[in-house]
């Protein structure tokens, strides 16, 4: 998105027209007119005034920068003494409690029982544990996940898990030559997802819920749902300070180019790969977590999830994933039409539904630049 982009954006999230931003620069509004059409660019005391009136940081401002909405979503932050307590009705001589990042919709910690390590999840909803439970059964014995080995509910209605420890870091917390090093140990995880077949008494597309079964009849019927409005209901954008043109560009690219996608694929897609689900130790792939996402399948949607939030810190990975799976135009155009769907699903949980995300401004960004650039770059 070029920096005229940006900044309607940032106005019109933050409910101004130009007239009022004008006037409060003292400014015509053919001047700032200009700026967001990209027929020239702000000063720098000007772009200093615009982020105090947008009431945004430099940084916000211009760079688009990734973050989440909201620090924390959970109903009810749960003490440590409320963690322990329930923690020790199920492991009375547990030990050395460690909180880690859990994300925003949960609490993780570590603790040790006996000689033993395990993982104690409180916060999210209990249907996403019992889908995580299903993702152990299924595919333990070829992929490293974790074991969810009790699930239970509180008389408040909060949800917490007991799952086995997978040893390893995050790859966001790798160093440098740490994320090049373990480049082709991701590649080969990739390929042992993409050979495990759907069990076959599981039904249906699209994300599936804690038995297995998902809604949607066909692949093609998931891909386009994001543009039937008897299923996403996109009326209230604007009002949510979104500028509805990114939505309604995408979605024809995304009508536009649909036919192409493989109508039978049918892989477990993990739904939401990144640099904080997948674990590593020693070059090797030590764990994939938080399957909340995951549905059924072309997988190259999980390809094509990388290549769209594009990590800085993948990016070895990510020109590997290039290099191996878009080698013809047919690909480059369904791994196209996958990263539409991604950013308008994310545009529409964030913005319409208020669910937690990253920030909404980064997101239409980035779906302008897919479809400046992406399927027709060399």
């Known amino acids: 998105m070029y920096i005229g982009e940006k900044l309607k954006l940032r106005r019109k999230k933050a409910g101004f027209t130009q007239e009022q931003v004008a006037e409060k620069m003292n400014i015509t ?59 020790k009705k199920h492991y009375p001589t547990a030990i ?43 595919l333990m014995k070829w992929l490293p996940v974790r074991n969810v080995l009790e699930i239970n509910q509180d008389d408040n209605g909060i949800a917490y898990s007991i799952s086995t420890f997978i040893e390893g870091e995050k790859l966001y917390d790798l160093n440098s030559q740490e994320l090049l090093d373990i480049v082709p140990a991701v590649l080969e995880t990739l390929e042992t997802l993409e050979s495990i077949e759907v069990p076959v008494d599981k039904q249906g597309y699209g994300y599936f819920d804690s038995n297995g079964n998902a809604s ?18 996109w009326s209230s954008l604007e009002q949510k300070g979104l500028d509805s043109e990114v939505v309604h560009q995408a979605m024809k690219e995304l009508k536009s180019h649909i036919k192409n996608i493989p109508i039978s694929s049918r892989n477990i897609v993990h739904g939401d790969l990144g640099s904080f689900n997948l674990l590593a130790k020693n070059n090797k792939v030590t764990g994939i977590i938080d399957w909340s996402l995951s549905l ?38 369904i791994v196209y039409c996958y990263m539409l769907r991604i950013g308008l699903e994310e545009l529409y949980n964030t913005v319409i539904r208020e669910f937690v995300g990253y920030d909404i401004e980064w997101v239409a960004n980035r779906l302008n630049e897919i479809m400046r650039n992406f399927l027709y770059q060399k």
Do not use: C
Not at 35 to 46: L, M
Not at 101 to 130: A, C, P, R, W
């Open 296 to 333: 059924y399948g072309d997988h190259l949607y999980d390809k094509a999830n990388i290549l769209f939030w594009n990590e800085k810190k993948l990016q070895p990975l990510i020109k590997e994933i290039t290099n191996k799976y878009i080698t013809t135009f047919e690909t480059r155009e």
């Open 216 to 233: 949607y009849p066909t692949w093609l019927n998931f891909i386009g749902a994001v543009y039937n409005n008897d299923i996403y209901n």
């Open 96 to 138: 050395n409690m460690k909180e880690l990042n859990g994300g925003l919709v949960s609490q993780t910690y570590l603790f040790e029982d006996g000689k033993q390590h395990f993982i104690f999840q409180v916060g999210n909803q209990h249907e996403s544990y019992k889908k995580e439970q299903f993702i152990g059964k299924e």
């Open 29 to 87: 509004r053919q001047t700032l007119s200009n700026w967001e059409v990209g027929k020239n660019y702000p000063d720098i005391d000007s772009i200093i005034s615009l982020s105090q009136i947008y009431n945004l940081s430099l940084d916000e401002l211009l760079l688009g920068k990734i973050h989440f909405k909201g620090e924390f979503v959970m109903n009810k932050r749960l003490t440590l003494d409320e963690i322990t307590a329930l923690l």
